[in-house]
Structures are given as C-alpha cells and as structure tokens.
C-alpha cells in the first residue's frame, strides 16, 4: 500500500521529530495535538531544526519553506480521519494510547496503518483496542529523530506480512535504518539499554563510582558516545522509571526492578535536562 498522508499524534520531542522527517520527505503531514501551545511549540522546534540543516548545508532554504508548507496542524483526532498512516507518539501511558487507538480505529479509512512510537508498550495490546489489529505496527523512532538512523519495527502478534512490508519500505524511503522486533517487553532497543542505565543509578546509589566516573567508564572504557546517567538524563528520568516497570511487570524477573534512588528522584521532579536537573545540573541550559 502506498502510504501518503500522514498524521502524528502527540506533537513533542518525539512527534515535531517524526513530523519533521516526513515532511521533508514529501509527505503531508497533520500534526495533532490537545492544545494549540503544544503544535505552535511543536512547529517552533522543526523550524529551528530545519535552520540548523541549513546552517549545516544539510538542505537549502527552498526545502526549508517546503517542508514547512506540507506541515498542517489540529487540536482534534478527527484531522486523522483522511491519514494513510498515524503516528501516535504522546507520553507512555498505556490507559492514553489505548484510548487514542480506540478512537483513531473509529475514524479512520478502512485502510489506514495505525503505529505506535512506543519505547515499551505491548503493540498487541494496542492494536488488541482495534477492529484492524492486523494494521497495527510499532515504529520506535530514536531522538533526535531527524538525525538518528534507526527506527525499531515491532510487530504485534496480529500484525500482517503486508502491513510490515510497507512500514518497512516506508522507513527505507526515509532514510532511515529499520531493525525488525517482535513484541516483548521493552523489544530489542530498551531492553538492553534500561537495565544499563539502571545499574549505573544504582552503582550511584550504593557509592560505587561518582556520576562522572561512572559516565566516564562506559563512554572512554566501552567506547559509548553518552555516558549512561547522561542520557538517563537526556531521555527523562520519568520515560526510564516508565520503561523499567513495564519490564519488570512484563517480564516477571527482579533483574528489572528500578533502582530506589531512580524512583526517589523522580518523586522529587529531578527528570533530567526537560526540569533542569537530574544526575547533572541543566540550569540555564
């Protein structure tokens, strides 16, 4: 199926990144969100993206105002209704994107994909909301998503040979790299680096290393570009106590339990560089 208008639901980090992408790559897109200063800040941050491509050389100021043209925006689901493919990338709660599915599942075409940005979330049970469980595809985009390569493909267990043959070329087409995942807790990407990050918080907690030896270690030692609590940080202290309960609940093994001090940091409002202070300080950042 040849996919051509696209809708991405949630316009944060994640959602203005994917908008973005597709945008300059010739798709229109409807950029969704529940306020308008959400879409204007969405908006704001592709236009400030696509001005550091062309300080960059990266496009010229013709793909700059065409991409931005292709970008509409709404503060309803309904602006979906006439979508090839939606994006849903709002924040990893499973009750908000269930309901999202089940409402996007009424309005949209009979043909429609509908995707989910999830880092953790069961895609089966997403699509297990819908009456198109078969269209039900996971794309895990990384962030920054207009640089980052790699988008994670997770198939829920209904999810058609079809309907993964064309997320996949379509991600091609994008220039991006897509890795095939089936649907487990935390699929390939997470699984691995959570239980990372959190044993570095609690290698923090029980006074084995100070932060910056610990980052300093895997970034020199492992050859990492971000030490670990750095990009604890980076993602949001929030998404990885998130992540790491869905593995834990998911999987059933205390190997997964988030650490008490990642717990205790985020009951404090230390979720990292979006609050301005997480295992480093971002104040004035």
């Known amino acids: 199926m040849a996919i051509q208008k696209v809708a991405v639901v949630g316009a944060g980090t994640m959602g203005n990144g994917i908008a973005h992408v597709f945008a300059q790559n010739g798709h229109p897109v409807t950029l969704i969100d529940t306020r308008q200063e959400f879409v204007d800040r969405g908006l704001s941050t592709i236009t400030k993206n696509l001005d550091r491509q062309i300080k960059k050389e990266a496009i010229t100021a013709e793909d700059r105002a065409r991409t931005l043209r292709s970008i509409t925006t709404a503060l309803d689901l309904g602006a979906a209704a006439d979508a090839d493919l939606v994006i849903e990338a709002v924040t990893e709660d499973a009750g908000l994107k269930k309901e999202i599915f089940r409402k996007l599942d009424e309005l ?25 469980a078969g269209q039900v595809i996971g794309m895990h985009f990384m962030n920054p998503v207009p640089m980052m390569k790699l988008v994670e493909v997770i198939r829920g267990i209904a999810t058609t040979d079809e309907t993964y043959r064309t ?30 990050i959190n044993e570095a918080i609690y290698c923090v907690m029980e006074g084995v290393a100070d932060k910056e030896s610990i980052d300093t270690v895997m970034k020199l030692g492992m050859n990492h570009p971000m030490g670990p609590l750095t990009l604890a940080d980076f993602i949001g202290l929030d998404v990885c106590l998130a992540i790491m309960e869905v593995l834990h609940e998911g999987l059933g093994d205390d190997k997964y339990r988030p650490c008490p001090l990642l717990r205790n940091m985020v009951r404090a409002g230390y979720l990292g560089r979006k609050s301005g202070r997480g295992f480093y300080s971002y104040e004035g950042a």
Do not use: Q, W
């Not at 940005?117 to 297990?128: F, H, K, M, P, V």
């Open 167 to 196: 997320i996949d070329e379509l991600a091609k087409k994008l220039g991006k790299v897509p890795a095939v995942a089936n649907d487990y807790p935390g699929f390939v990407s997470n699984r691995v680096l959570l239980p990372m």
């Open 108 to 132: 949209c075409k009979p043909h429609a994909i509908l995707a989910s940005n999830t880092s953790s979330i069961s895609i089966t049970e997403l699509a297990g909301v819908t009456r198109r």
